[in-house]
């Protein structure tokens, strides 16, 4: 592992960490997805062992939320038996300075907007390399579709300015299956300018069930980063 990469590491644990200790007994708490919510599952999961937390359910994002959780001894529930979501961790790919997002590194966007966005509470916990000034500066958008609408979507995210291309999976022949079943078109946008409206005019898209921007929904984003060799969590 390189020394950039083992910093990257100890960033996401300290942030995953301070997402954690945000999490109150008697709550109803929105797990994410991604490798550094996966540290503040694992956190969560602490914090109830040693009974510091009490009495909290947890409502996935994905498969691997699930796998995790259950790992980790934490209750769950879903949107059919609770009708509120106190707060909510999840990670991103890129941040922008109003808090906007760009989510589905893990193709798992679709879920998690449906959790996070009902989270009276949504905490983002990225490290220092996610912050960007423009959203598209170095991710692709991911756009879930359902598999039949492939062709015709991705036509019209050309004619929207995108350079779309299917998510293939690695070390499988083929392109990578959401949770949902669904496929995952990434999106080379070389400006998002009005991230706001971007959102919409894709989810309008016929054959689109969600797409990657989070605009207005995080209320607060922690940052882990490295100050003079030590791991520190910023939030704003
Ligand atoms: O949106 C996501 C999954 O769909 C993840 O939260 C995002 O990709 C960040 O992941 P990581 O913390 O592993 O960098």
């Known amino acids: 592992m390189s020394v950039t990469s083992d910093l990257t590491v100890i960033m996401k644990q300290e942030v995953g960490k301070a997402a954690a200790a ?5 709550s109803v708490v929105g797990l994410g ?3 550094t919510t996966a540290y503040a599952i694992e956190y969560i999961g602490e914090r ?3 009974g510091d937390l009490k009495n909290i359910v947890g409502i996935t994002t994905s498969f691997q939320g699930e796998v995790l959780a259950r790992k980790y001894n934490i209750p769950l529930t879903t949107l059919d038996v609770v009708d509120h979501i106190d707060i909510a961790i999840d990670g991103a790919d890129e ?3 109003q808090k906007n997002l760009i989510k589905g590194g893990g193709a798992a966007h679709t879920q998690e907007k449906l959790v996070d ?8 916990v990225v490290d220092s390399n996610k912050l960007v000034d423009k959203l598209g500066s170095t991710f692709l958008l991911p756009v879930e579709v359902i598999p039949k609408a492939v062709m015709p979507v991705m036509r019209r995210l050309e004619q929207l300015g995108g350079k779309p291309e299917l ?10 299956v959401t949770d949902q079943g669904n496929l995952v078109i990434d999106v080379k946008f070389d400006s ?4 706001a409206t971007l959102e919409m005019t894709i989810n309008n ?3 689109v069930l969600e797409n990657g921007l989070f605009v207005g929904v995080a209320d607060l984003i922690l940052v882990g980063e490295i100050i003079d060799g030590k791991a520190v969590v910023r939030e704003f």
Do not use: N
């Open 22 to 26: 945000k999490v109150k007994s008697d």
């Open 33 to 35: 997805t991604g490798s």
């Open 48 to 50: 109830l062992r040693s």
């Open 95 to 97: 941040v922008d300075p």
């Open 117 to 124: 966005s009902l989270a009276a509470q949504f905490i983002v």
């Open 167 to 176: 998510r293939m999976g690695i070390r499988k022949a083929g392109p990578v």
């Open 192 to 195: 998002i300018d009005d991230p």
């Open 205 to 207: 898209i016929p054959g």
